[in-house]
Every structure is written in C-alpha cells, then in structure tokens.
C-alpha cells in the first residue's frame, strides 16, 4: 500500500535504456521477457514478480492491484518508431516519450525496442515503469537475475551501517519530531535558477546522458581521497552546476538543497517487487564552494556528518507514520509540499561490475534516470557499468533546456579531480611497493659463500685446469 501511496502519476517513472549487440528481432525479446520476467517463478511455483501482470483500480477502500484478464505482450514490449537514425534523434524521442504517462488499464511498465541503431546497427531498449512496480535498485536486480544469462547478482553495500541504522533509530525516538521540523517542515524553500518563485513546471522533460568515465580512475580517487564513490559524485555534481551557474551570469551561487535516493537492502538480501525499499533524504550540495578539492572535503563532511545523525531513521519513520494517518491524497499532498522545497535529486546506483549478455548478445551499455520528485526541474543519476560510470539527467524543458552541458561537465570535472591527485599515492601504496621491490631485490642478492665453500670451488677449478693440461700434452 506504501508503494501505491508514492505513486505520484506520470513523472514518478523509472526510466533505463539498454544498448545490445546486433541481432535480436522484436518476437525474440518478446519471448525472452515473457519467459524470464513476467512468467518467472520461484521453486514453489510463486511468481517472481507478480506486478508485472497486475494493474492499479481504484476501489472503495483505495487503490488496489488486480490481475490484469487482458494482459497481452505486444502491449508492453513494442517496437519504437524506425525513423530514428542517430543520437540526437533516440534522445529526442526518449524526451518526449518521458513526458508522456504510462498506459493506463495495463501493469504500468513498457519497453520499447530499436533495431539496426547507429553505426554498429544495435539494439536499442527503452524502459520506462512505474516507481509503483520497483525502484532502481530492484531494477538493477532484475537485470542481472533475470533479464542477462548469466543470473548473477553483484550485491550492493549498504550505505548505512547496521549499527547505525539501529543506534540511530533509538536516537530517533528522542530526537525525531525535532529533526523532522528543522530539515523538513519548517525549511524554507530553495531559490536558484533551478529552483523557486520564477519556475514553472510544464511538463515537457528533456533527457541526456555523458560519455562513460573509466571506472578505475574514479576508484583510484576515491581511494586516494579515501571517500566513497558518493561523496565523488555529489562533489562533481556540484562542480557541474556550478559552472553551469556562472556561465549564465551567477558568480558565487548559494549551497543547493538536494534530496538523495537511499536505498535500505543490503548484501544478497531477496528483492521483492512488493514493497520500495527506498527513501529520499534531504542534502545539501556545496555549490557556493570553490575548487574541485575542497568541494570534496565538503561533501565528505556532510556525509560523515550524515550518516552518524538520526535523520535516516527519522525521514524513514516519518514515512511510514504519515502513510498510516493519512489518506492517500493527503499523504501525497503533503509530501508533495516539503519535496517542492528541494531544487534536485540525485541518484547512484551500483551496477553489474562485468559486462552481461542478453540471449548471447552483448549489453554494451546501460543508462539510468531517476524520477524527479514534485516541482523538481533537475534528476541527476549515476550508474555504473562494467569499468566505466555514467551520468544521467532527466529536466523540465523550460527551466534546463540544454542538460548535455551538464553531462559534459561531467567528464572535466572528473578529469580535474584525477589531474589534481595525479602526484598523489594511494594511502598504503608506497609501502607495498617497497615491501615488493625488497622482495624482489633479495630473491636477487644471492648469500655469501663460506670458507668451505671458496676452498671446494677452487679446487674444482686447479682440478679443471690440471685435466684440461694432461689433455693438451
């Protein structure tokens, strides 16, 4: 029920797109969709993921999941139109096609297929499902359980401790109903180019998406920096916007209010379609802070500042309290008010760490964009794939008309912060090379011989030189 409670209509929509190799017609995927997904079941005979072929009516008590007596494939896996030729034109189509709702009368998901794409002729999925279904951890999930061959799961890390989590959640009941009012209800509204008074919400969404970045250089940084890959990002995000701030005339912008997509399954945990294990929490992003570095240090403090504070548990708690007094309008509607108040989401999430195959085809690439939320103009996503990493950003038309100089931002930065540690060891790194170069020096030094020894060589050599003389004579 919580999950149909956040259901917020056509703009509360996963999106992904898959780039495949050559070769797979629409009935082939068809099939392999219908077999792996939608009619997959457990050793018990239970379904995997019985969403897939149920459909949302209202009732007397509510909104309610029935199964769909009409479910037909064609209806959910299509083709795209086949005029789309290059790059500029899929992201076109993708743009308008997210600002359009889903099908309604059918299970709120749809995949459409592109054959014969670009230079390399590939395949191209296009995905788009309802938050109602699964969020994008759960879809990361499918991919990899269900929809590749190989049916491995690479298990995500918690980004809140356990310990935490629970210590927390004590700490929460005391300190709870105070948190909440400070970073949520009393908060004023953010106010930037993004975000505020000035801003109106068409509708109309244009999508893009950056070059993959070589995963390795991003963990050598991080391992340098000795972060995480989240406090990279959100630096670099905040390096992105605000460069894009001062080329459109704001030289030193405010800090910006975000909210940040945390999901709260760990390890090798059973994913279930059933319920979204996933709640968004309020961030500040140091746009007002200059210099790739201490942009950094600044997004480090926050989260460490972050994760050792109650807020986790109080958003988390807050959530399920208003889902149990509210109604369903009311609950929306007043989460809809304290969303409005924040310029931008923000999303990472950790993908397959090789690359899969699809019916012995290649998944080249796999992009993903997060939901915006309520009067947000601006959804940034993060995904990695394989050894490399992408950002994503979904925006309202009016206000981003040109997203891709944000996505492009992506790469200098990165390459700022790698160029700026270039000189910089990893920390242990320098040890371990000269425990390996004293190994290897002594597997070379040879031990010094003994008395005993020298006396027997010379021997050998007096009797070498004596039996090479008789032979001579």
């Known amino acids: 029920m919580l999950a149909l409670r956040q259901c917020q209509g056509k703009t509360d929509i996963y999106q992904a797109l898959l780039i495949v190799e050559a070769g797979l017609d629409i009935h082939r995927i068809q099939d392999l969709i219908n077999a792996r997904i939608v009619c997959a079941e457990d050793e018990e005979g239970i379904k995997l993921y019985p969403k897939l072929t149920k459909k949302i009516v209202q009732t007397c008590s509510g909104l309610a999941w029935v199964q769909d007596s009409n479910f037909l494939m064609k209806n959910h896996v299509f083709p795209m139109p086949s005029s789309l030729e290059n790059l500029e034109d899929l992201q076109e189509y993708i743009s308008n096609r997210s600002s359009r709702s889903l ?6 998901w749809e995949i459409q297929v592109l054959h014969g794409f670009g230079e390399h002729h590939d395949t191209i999925l296009y995905l788009r499902l309802s938050s109602c279904i699964m969020d994008g951890m759960s879809l990361m999930y499918v991919l990899q359980k269900s929809l590749s061959d190989t049916g491995y799961v690479t298990a995500p890390k918690l980004k809140f401790s356990r310990q935490n989590i629970f210590l927390n959640s004590l700490k929460s009941l005391f ?4 948190v909440f009012m400070q970073k949520y209800l009393f908060m004023k509204r953010d106010f930037n180019m993004f975000h505020g008074d000035h801003v109106h919400i068409s509708g109309k969404q244009v999508m893009t998406w950056s070059e993959p ?7 050598r940084i991080k391992q340098i920096t000795r972060s995480t890959m989240n406090d990279i990002l959100l630096s670099v995000t905040a390096g992105c916007i605000r460069t894009y701030f001062n080329q459109n005339g704001v030289l030193n912008p405010y800090d910006i209010k975000s909210m940040i997509a945390v999901h709260y ?3 090798c ?14 961030v500040p992003i140091p746009t007002n802070t200059e210099g790739a570095i201490p942009r950094l240090w600044k997004v480090k403090h926050i989260m460490d500042k972050l994760s050792s504070s109650a807020l986790f548990s109080v958003t988390r708690g807050a959530i399920w309290v208003t889902s149990c007094l509210f109604s369903v309008s009311i609950f929306q509607k007043f989460w809809n008010h304290i969303h409005g108040k924040f310029t931008c989401v923000i999303s990472n999430i950790p993908g397959p760490e090789g690359t899969l195959t699809f019916a012995s085809k290649q998944i080249k690439s796999v992009i993903y964009w997060v939901p915006q939320l309520h009067n947000m103009a601006v959804g940034i996503s993060f995904l990695s794939y394989g050894q490399s990493i992408r950002m994503a950003v979904v925006a309202e038309r009016s206000v981003l008309p040109n997203p891709e100089v944000l996505t492009r931002d992506f790469i200098v930065q990165m390459d700022k912060l790698s160029e700026l540690l270039a000189h910089r060891r990893i920390p242990g790194e320098y040890l371990t090379k000269k425990i390996e170069s004293l190994q290897q020096l002594d597997d070379e030094i040879q031990a010094e011989p003994t008395v005993h020894q020298v006396h027997s060589n010379i021997m050998k050599t007096l009797w070498c030189e004596i039996y090479k003389c008789k032979h001579v004579i």
Do not use: F
């Open 103 to 108: 099908t309604s009368g059918h299970s709120p």
């Open 175 to 178: 300190v709870g109903p105070l």
């Open 213 to 219: 970045y070589d995963l390795e250089q991003a963990t």
């Open 265 to 267: 399954n760990s390890g």
């Open 269 to 282: 945990s059973y994913y279930t379609t059933e319920n979204n294990n996933y709640i968004h929490m309020s």
